[in-house]
């Protein structure tokens, strides 16, 4: 991803979440786990493993000590791991709030989560 492109993605993220009425920032870190689970189980139709599976890449390449671009080379081999963060804070805190907006619609019954057979009316 170009560099402008990662900063736009960075700026949408921050104009969502500052947007009224939308998940604040903490709501949507909270959100994570529950999500990634969601996912895992296939509970969340709205993002596939191989989207999760490409985040988890991001993590362990910005915890590796094996970088594409060595980090002596001060100003390029920081940029790197700064563009792979970027991305994947835009992708997760973006994402989480979209769960977080499927999960209050399957909380109101207003849709059935896949993988779950509905209830049967009661008597």
């Known amino acids: 991803m ?17 947007e009224p009425g939308s998940p604040g920032l903490m709501k949507r870190v909270r959100a994570i786990p529950r999500m ?6 296939g509970r969340y ?5 191989s989207k999760l ?9 910005l ?10 080379l001060l100003l390029v081999g920081v940029a790197d791991d700064f563009g792979v963060f970027l991305w994947l804070m835009s992708s997760l805190i973006g ?3 979209r769960y977080i907006g499927w999960e209050h619609k399957v909380i109101q ?15």
């Not at 402008?4 to 993220?13: F, G, K, L, N």
């Open 2 to 18: 170009p560099k402008a492109s990662r900063a736009a993605a960075a700026w949408r993220t921050y104009r969502d979440v500052s």
């Open 36 to 41: 990634i689970g969601a996912v895992t189980r």
């Open 45 to 49: 139709p709205g993002m596939g493993k």
């Open 53 to 61: 599976a490409l985040m988890g890449l991001g993590v362990v390449y």
């Open 63 to 72: 915890i590796s000590p094996i970088d594409v671009i060595p980090d002596f």
């Open 95 to 97: 994402e989480s709030g």
């Open 109 to 123: 019954g207003a849709a059935v989560p896949p993988n779950l057979p509905p209830t049967a009316p009661r008597a």
